[in-house]
Structures are given as structure tokens and as C-alpha cells.
């Protein structure tokens, strides 16, 4: 990260620092922003948390993080002791007075010796029940009453429900002003998926293409090839709509379906993006099973290895009846996309992890060459590359060498690590510097996140009132349950994935 000006002085208040989500990506994005000089030169990071840590465990523990998650790798003496000299631990009670009383004479008592007000962005890394009660003694404690200076951010899951979200979006408004609310999304922080705006609106090319007349539908596949690991108790409460399709693959498809914007404030970014999820095709609860399908995995082998099935898993009940697969066909009602569909699909245990974009294009009106001279015909698309590999690759026919007129598909790449000499930042990295920016461009305004649930909520009140009777119903390595493909159009097929970096084949030596 290299800061066009320095952010003030900042106050960071991590509740739940001692935690999982804090050792492995937000203490070390805010040592990577600290080793880019992003961070102000007056800064001090809190950790608050319940359990009882001394000085010295918390910081060991914290450098152990760091050393193994830091994009600069183990740390050195000499960088550690610089930035350890900023980090406190405070225990406390999340539900009581006392805890954030002392957080706000430890922030006044910074702000003294720096001779200088401070930002205070407070930072929930806690489990959602805590979601209202820490804005709330906040509140009672002073700590928001600065519109300009205090910030709340709030991981997800934003909700269970539609009801839910809207319960917490007015706790959290209770307290703060929705201008002072970051809903952290980590993948809206990937540089690929932030650069779909770039390509679309900074380049004339594909924009003029980038409708109804010349796209024949649009994929979205975010897919892992892990299990849930040790996250069986989470998961059994959340399943694959919740946990992925409502805030991720949402969030894509806004960036790619939605208008141009007339500026790059934050406020019309996201006014565009809400725009999108209130033009889609609303989901009648009668018409779930013909655009919207669930799966579960059972055993199978990912990685050249047994993989065990999700009813196996740790946390997990052995009736389990969570998807950890799910896939949607969408349309959006307005003028740039009417009759095109949008494919979305996500799940655990599939057949390698990737997450991308496809834009398929129509065929064209009228083939001009005859049948035989096609070399394996594939009809022209891009492919948005977000992870693991960073890239663009657009698809299109070109003639084979040779006397006769043969066509056959070949691709031109974009790779970012190519591209571009500079490792690309931690997505936290990017998230946590406009917090401190104070821009609330990649982040998720209310309306946003009771949109996107409104839209989903039919197939969450269909799925739990109708329970599959043939889960497990696609094996771990796989890609999914076959009945996805009653998803497709005619003529549309699920896209393999596209790999960025292909093999170079040494041409055969002529004779």
C-alpha cells in the first residue's frame, strides 16, 4: 500500500483481539500496512477479549501469527519490536460498563500524550450474539458520539434471516450513525474483484458489449476444495446460502450487472449496487425448485486422497440436513439484462478451489464457415480470474496455421502477478486502510444487506420447511450434485474452471 497522505492518528479496538480472526488476518494486515508506512506514526491497537493474557503470551502469540500469515514472512527482530511497542491487551466482559469505561480512559489517555483527538475504530471480531450488545455499551460509554472519528466495523454474518438483519442493522443504527458503520466483506477487498469496475469503466472496449444484445449468460462459481474443516459447528448453522451466497457471490454480481457510476463516491457505488439486487427477478416460494438447488457432500477423494463426507465431520450431526452446495439462476428485469441469466453456484469438497466470473457472449448471427472447419468450437467468453490466480482471459476462435481454413479456440491472458511488479496487499490490508480513509466504498450499507437476504429469504423458508430426503448427494472431488444441471438453459453448460497459466507446449523440431 503506498498512502497518497498519512492517516490520522488511530486508535484500534479489536473485541474478541485474543481470538482466531485477529492472530491470523487482522493483526497481521495492520503489521503489513505498518511496514509500508500506511500506518499513522501515532497509532496503538487494543486487543479486548474475556480470557486472561499477560503482556508477554499475548505478543509472543501475536508474532507467531504474524511470522506465518505476513506477506513479508517471519518477522525480524528489529520490525517486531518496532511494531509491538503499539499493542495492548485489555480483558473485560463484553456486557459490562467497566470494560469499555476503560477502554475510553486508555483512548483519552493516547490522545493526551499525542497531543492530538485520534480515530477510534472499534473492530467486532466476535461471534454474531455479541453483534448488538458491544455497539450498544459503546454507545452508553461516549465512544460514538463522534460521527467524524468513531467507527464501528462488523464482520459478517450480517443476520441468519431477513427479520434478523433488520434487528441488527437498528441495533447497530441505535447507537451509530449508518455513515459511521463498515460491514467488512473480505472478498469486496481482493484486487480482482475490485478491478471488475476498473476493466468495465475505464476501458471503451467491452462496456458497449456489456448488455443483453451481445451476452448469452453470465457464471459465477465460487468453489472450494476443503471441507468445512473445523468450522462443522458454524457451518451447521449457516449452510452455503448463508455462509457464501448471500454476501460474496451478491456482492460480484453487483459489480458485474451493475450501471455505470457517475462518480467514484462511495454513497454512488453503492447506490448502483442496490440498484442491481432490487432489478432482480424476485423468488416466488412456488418456483425455488426450478431456479435454486441444494447439495451435500458425502465421501469421496479431492487431492488424490479419501475424503470423508460432511455428516463425518467434526460439529456436524450425523442427519445433517445443511447444504454445503448451492446454485441459483437469476434474472435481472431491466433494460441492459432482460433474458439473460445469471448462473450462481458455490460449495465445499468440490473438485479444486476456484473463484471466478464467466461473461459468455452470443454466437454470431450467421456462420460463414462450413462445419469441418472447426477445431473444437467454444462459444467466445471472458473469464474473470479472482482466486487462486489473479487474472483476465478472453476466449475467441483464430485460424490454425496451415493451407485450409480451420478454426479452433485459443485465449489471451492477463496475469497480475506478471502484469505487475508488487505483490498484491491482503484483502484486510485494503479493508482496514479505508476504515482509517474513512471511505466506505467496499463496504455494505443497510439497504444492501436487506436486499440481498429479501431476495434469498423464499429459498431459505422453502428449504427449511421442505428437508432433501437424498442428501448426501454428491461426492467430496466432484462438482456438485448432477440436478444443477436442471439449472441450465438450453444450450448453456456449467463452465470448467479456466486455469490463468498454462503449460508452454516446446513446438515439435521440423525435420
Known sequence: MKPTEQPAPT???????????AWRKLIPALFDLSQDRSLPAQFAII????VALGDREFKQRLRAGISQFSRFGKVTTAAWNQFAKHLFYQQGDFKKAATYAALA???????KGWGAQAQRIFYMATPPSMFGEIPKQLGKAGLAADRQRSRLVIEKPFGYD?????ALNAALGASFDESQIFRIDHYLGKETVQNILAFRFANPIFEPIWNRSYVDSVTITVAEEVGVEHRGGYYEHAGALRDMV??????VLCLVAMEPMVSFEADEIRNKKVDVLHAVRPIRPEAVHLCAVRGQYGAGRSGGKRARGYREEEGVAADSQTETFAALRLQIDNWRWQGVPFYLRTGKCLARQTSEVVIQFRAVPHQAFPPDASLGWKPSRLVISIQPDEGIVLGFQAKHPGPEMQLRPVDMRFDYRESFDAPSPDAYETLLWDVMKNDATLF???DQIEA???????????WSANPPSDFPNYAAGSWGPESTQELLETGHHWPVPTPLRTPRVRPARQR
Open 452 to 462: 440481498a437476504w429479501k431476495l434469498l429469504q423464499p429459498v431459505l423458508d422453502v
Open 162 to 166: 431477513l427479520d434478523s438483519a433488520r
Open 444 to 446: 455494505m450499507r443497510a
Open 246 to 251: 448471500q454476501n460474496h457471490l451478491m456482492q
Open 105 to 111: 480512559a486508555q483512548c483519552a489517555a493516547f490522545e
Open 11 to 21: 486508535v484500534f479496538a479489536i473485541f474478541g483481539g485474543g481470538g482466531d480472526l
Open 47 to 50: 486487543a479486548i477479549d474475556r
